[in-house]
């Protein structure tokens, strides 16, 4: 069993331990922003090709002092590069966090480098040259106190990137945030549901998907782990062909939503038929003020514009207040989720949240509120 360590974004770190676990992880524990876990080469494919809530799984390989560059760039020395990386393969290093010493992630990040080509030279006389947009290895460096960790990132490009949105709308909803939102309202594909702010789809899209049992890596092109030096093909290809044979083919209820804007809501569709969902999800451009429910009950979940700036928080007031209007005049029998990061707008819903859960969006702290309608 090989140790891994799964980011995700701050405040999902019980929900992604939860899907872990029914993905196949043991020896689950969560982090701030992470979670630890165990399992093998096959559940590793199967976390990159199946998790929605985590950005990128990494595989620790050494714990090295790093109270000043030096430390960090012997420690980097002693590791056996050789087994990673082959000087005809190139590399990237990210790095993450700081100390007093280490506190710029560029510097750091070039220590490492430096010393993983200086001691290829040392053995080979050739080196790796640094790609930082397709490299064959990614390490992964984070600093916490005086220590080290160095890991190989298994993903490559953030796992929220599912490969189905090149179009986007203003202020469009990570993917793995909106698929983690799906699961706090404990929504499941019997239940109808309807974004009526949907922007360029993300809510409806990510809920197709898991309706579909659509594994949500199917739209890469590739994961880092495909350029590792022990990639099994053949248990990759079995991986993908058992997500292959596993999808639904029809959604039991409604999965749509609307939105005013034409041609936010056209990025949606695009979005919708690059993941094959195009004619099963229900998109229309419907002024909030003229929605209708699509079935007797179900569950909304919408993030409306928060503002930034006084004057635009200002404009949005009217806009909460309709959300709330319409919920309570058309939607009775619904349970209604509004997502927003601004405290004083959310009260001009004007009904009473059964519950609030907190989130983060990006960097910004913001309440899941929850409406009962009846
Ligand atoms: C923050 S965005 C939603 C982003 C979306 N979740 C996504 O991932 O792309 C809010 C959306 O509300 C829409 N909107 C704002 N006011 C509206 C109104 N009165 N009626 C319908 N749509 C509205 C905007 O056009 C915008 O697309």
């Known amino acids: 069993m090989t140790q891994y360590f799964a980011t995700v974004a701050r405040g999902l770190e019980a929900i992604a331990a939860q899907e872990l676990e029914q993905l196949g992880a043991t020896e689950i524990q969560t982090q701030f922003t992470g979670v630890q876990f165990k399992g093998d080469r096959a559940l590793l494919y199967r976390v990159n090709l199946w998790a929605r809530t985590i950005f990128r799984v990494l595989m620790p390989i050494a714990e090295i002092p790093a109270g000043n560059a030096q430390q960090l760039y012997n420690g980097t020395r002693d590791i056996a590069w050789d087994d990673y990386l082959s000087p005809n393969e190139t590399l990237a290093v990210n790095c993450t966090g700081s100390n007093r010493q280490l506190n710029h992630s560029h510097f750091t990040a070039l220590q490492i480098k430096n010393a993983i080509v200086d001691q290829q030279r040392d053995r080979v006389g050739k080196r790796s040259s640094v790609d930082t947009r397709d490299p064959d290895l990614i390490i992964n460096a984070h600093i916490y106190k005086n220590t080290c960790t160095l890991s190989l990132d298994s993903s490559g490009t953030s796992l929220h990137r599912r490969g189905y949105r090149p179009a986007m709308g203003l202020a469009p909803l990570k993917e793995s945030l909106a698929a983690a939102l799906l699961d706090m309202t404990q929504w499941r594909s019997e239940l109808p549901l309807f974004d009526p702010l949907c922007g360029s789809g993300t809510i409806p899209i990510e809920a197709g998907l898991k309706a579909l049992n659509i594994a949500p890596g199917l739209f890469r092109d590739r994961f880092a782990f495909e350029g590792w030096p022990d990639f099994d093909k053949e248990l990759w290809r079995n991986t993908l062909e058992a997500a292959q044979d596993s999808q639904i083919g029809e959604f039991p209820a409604f999965i749509g939503g609307s939105d005013r804007d034409p041609e936010i809501l056209s990025q949606a569709e695009i979005n919708a038929k690059n993941c094959g969902l195009r004619d099963r999800l229900q998109f229309s451009v419907t002024e909030l003020a003229d929605v209708q429910p699509p079935s007797p009950s179900g569950i909304i979940l919408c993030n409306p514009p928060y503002g930034k700036r006084v004057g635009e928080v200002k404009k949005l007031e009217g806009l909460y207040k309709l959300l709330g209007?319409?919920?309570?005049?058309?939607?009775?029998?619904?349970?209604?989720?509004?997502?927003?990061?601004?405290?004083?707008?959310?009260?001009?819903?004007?009904?009473?949240?059964?519950?609030?859960?907190?989130v983060y969006n990006g960097t910004i702290p913001c309440t899941l509120l929850k409406y009962e309608l009846y």
Not at 328 to 348: C, D, H, V
């Open 325 to 358: 209007d319409i919920f309570k005049q058309r939607f009775k029998g619904w349970t209604a989720y509004i997502l927003t990061g601004n405290k004083e707008l959310s009260k001009k819903v004007g009904l009473r949240a059964s519950q609030r859960l907190p």
